[in-house]
T-cell receptor, first 112, second 107 residues
């Protein structure tokens, strides 16, 4: 089985812009979660989607949003980018909420 | 915010020695998952603990879930250079990740 893929792998944006990141889960996995990873904060949970519905949401402002399509692919959008949004954004898929997660390689976002 | 705390944040280990990293929560957890992230890589699932007092072993790694389901530990024996990386615990089915313990090994 192919692993979790994320595109793009690297992205440079300027403050105020918006960005959309994409995640394709492992075939058959219906749960997709997004995390923000920064050196000092570890992995911060953003949100989880299951069968196109947001099932859980972390403590992030409304500038961070996501969605999931019928084929389980997911996108994450960040609007009005701030310098502090620079981070590695990781997507993880699992067969269900209680199962192990498989992480993608991440998208490295730099906001200038 | 983060509900799970990990200690220590950094662990420098002599090759061949043992070490333990701890994961603590202020609230009762339904489960604990452990992940390992190699430098430059992404987190990889190691194990999941669900039952109170549960102990699981994977070769040189021993994972334990506390009786009160508020803490967990990962013990590595005879550390090798392949153990280098950051170890994360995640509580309540991945919603709360600890900040991780970054392990370096002196050969």
């Amino acid at each position: 089985k192919a692993g979790v893929t994320q595109t793009p792998r690297y992205l440079i944006k300027t403050r105020g812009q918006q960005v959309t990141l994409s995640c394709s889960p492992i075939s058959g996995h219906r749960s997709v979660s997004w995390y923000q990873q920064t050196p000092g904060q570890g992995l911060q949970f953003l949100f989880e989607y299951f069968s196109e519905t947001q099932r859980n949401k972390g403590n992030f402002p409304g500038r961070f949003s996501g969605r999931q399509f019928s084929n389980s692919r997911s996108e994450m959008n960040v609007s009005t980018l701030e310098l502090g949004d620079s981070a590695l954004y990781l997507c993880a898929s699992s067969a269900g909420q209680q199962n192990e997660q498989f992480f993608g390689p991440g998208t490295r976002l730099t906001v200038l | 915010g983060q509900q799970v705390m990990q200690i220590p944040q950094y662990q420098h280990v002599q090759e061949g020695e043992d070490f333990t990293t701890y994961c603590n929560s202020s609230t009762t957890l339904s489960n604990i998952q452990w992940y390992k992230q190699r430098p430059g890589g992404h987190p990889v699932f190691l194990i999941q603990l669900v039952k109170s007092g549960e102990v699981k072993k994977q070769k040189r790694l021993t994972f334990q879930f506390g009786e009160a389901k508020k803490n967990s530990s990962l013990h590595i024996t005879a550390t090798q250079t392949t153990d280098v990386g950051t170890y994360f615990c995640a509580g309540n089915y991945k919603l709360s990740f600890g900040a991780g313990t970054t392990v370096t090994v002196r050969a």
